[in-house]
């Protein structure tokens, strides 16, 4: 019997992302609301980034010979893409209109 080609289901299929690694995002809902940072790393498959020091999370980290008593270390979490929007186009959107000189 033939095998079947491997087809992406549609959340992996290849999309055109708004925001990439190193583009200055602000935040749009959450707890980080209006707060901009710069993308650290895109995760394309989930839909999310990681900004740099927004969404911070707690991590735990084992016992080694580097961390002899172990650690809890803040490191920054991912945020999903329909959250962020570009800071050049959020500062675009909401810019006042110049007041007209009167003539």
Do not use: C, F, W
Not at 10 to 21: D, G, N, T, Y
Not at 36 to 53: P, Q, W
């Amino acid at each position: 019997m033939a095998r079947r080609s491997h087809s992406p289901t549609p959340s992996a299929r290849r999309r055109a992302l708004h925001v990439k690694a190193g583009d200055e995002v602000v935040v749009l809902a959450g707890k980080d609301r209006d707060k901009r940072g710069k993308v650290r790393k895109v995760i394309a498959r989930k839909g999310r980034a990681v900004v740099e020091n927004l969404q911070q999370v707690k991590k735990h980290l084992r016992r080694s010979q580097t961390q002899p008593q172990g650690a809890i270390v803040d490191q920054d979490g991912s945020i999903h893409l329909s959250n962020l929007m570009l800071a050049a186009e959020y500062d675009r959107r909401h810019a006042k209109p110049a007041a007209a000189t009167p003539a």
